[in-house]
């Protein structure tokens, strides 16, 4: 049985879509596919159970029958981290080894998911390098390419590795349009010469880091005012409409699948974004717009959600939606089968696993 374990960099870094992808990649090559996050630290309740929401995302996408406390069987509570802080010892190496058995039975391949960045869950003897000795597997580097010191980062977690033999290699990603070639042209032969194998380059993707008008709705617990029938519609980018009606409508017809943040007052903005066709409309302040405006955003089909907070307050919450969201939809996963196909030596990543595809 192959395995291997993704880590990152950081947190967010998209290695959770990387071993969806690899692991539908190993899929469709015939291969049976065993998923773990031994550590869960994205905790929701499902049906009166706590569940880690990576995970279970990923459990759904891939089709796997494996049990959640199988999956995850670590929880960062804080009944976990009290314990630990005082020094109770709760035997998570004994219960990490059995759900690593559990999960392994029958399948040919094993995909790891380390925990927020590299050096996550190290207060309990469970960062990634730890959990990787443990298991006897190698660890594939994930690292959002967002800056130049992004090379710091990596040679930095070559350092709390300590083993080289145990990274297999990176994936850089994320990277933007406007810095592909410098990293493919002096970044990667740079971390080469390192002794880094550079497994691929992926660049950033607007459909990745869209975001359902529902996650909109919650992120911003927000109220459906119309069109709560369009809450599975992704939404690319925000836009702020503060200017003169008379631009509004060109400045939202450039940047499509957008939704717009303006004030309740601002009914000339809002029938602006109608008339645009944006994907959803925001309204700050607690402020009921017209009857005038509600009536024909749904005419069109368009959500207006409105939301409590201030126009400044529901931007920045709206700026970590989407830089932070995650992947739960059919049309994310054939978009990152897609980037992985195009961008990443899948190849060489099974071979570091000693499997061939």
Known sequence: MASILVSSSEE?????????????????????????????NLLINVYGSLVDEDSESIKKLLGLQDPSESITPVYLTDSLINDTLTGIRKNLDSRLREAYA????GKDIVIIEGTGGIGGGAMYDLSDPEIASK????????????????????????RIIRDPDMLAGVILNEVPPAMLDRVKELVVPFLERRGISIFGVIPQDETLRSIPISDIVDGLNGDILVGSDKLAELV???????????????YFRRTPDSAVITGGDRADIQMAAIEARVKCIILTGNMQPSGAVLASAEAVGIPVVLVRGDTMSTIERMEHLIGHAHVKQQVKLDRILTLLENNVNVEAIAESMGIKI
């Open 12 to 40: 967010y870094s998209g290695k959770s879509s990387i071993c969806m992808g690899l692991g539908k990649i190993f899929q469709n090559k015939g291969y049976v596919i065993g998923y773990m996050k031994p550590v869960g």
């Open 236 to 250: 690319d980018n925000y836009l702020v409409g503060a200017m003169e009606a008379g631009s509004a409508i060109k």
């Open 102 to 105: 559990r999960i392994s039975e």
């Open 135 to 158: 298991l006897g597997t190698r660890m594939l580097l994930v690292t959002r390419f967002d800056s130049i010191y992004a090379i710091d980062r990596i040679l930095c977690d070559l």
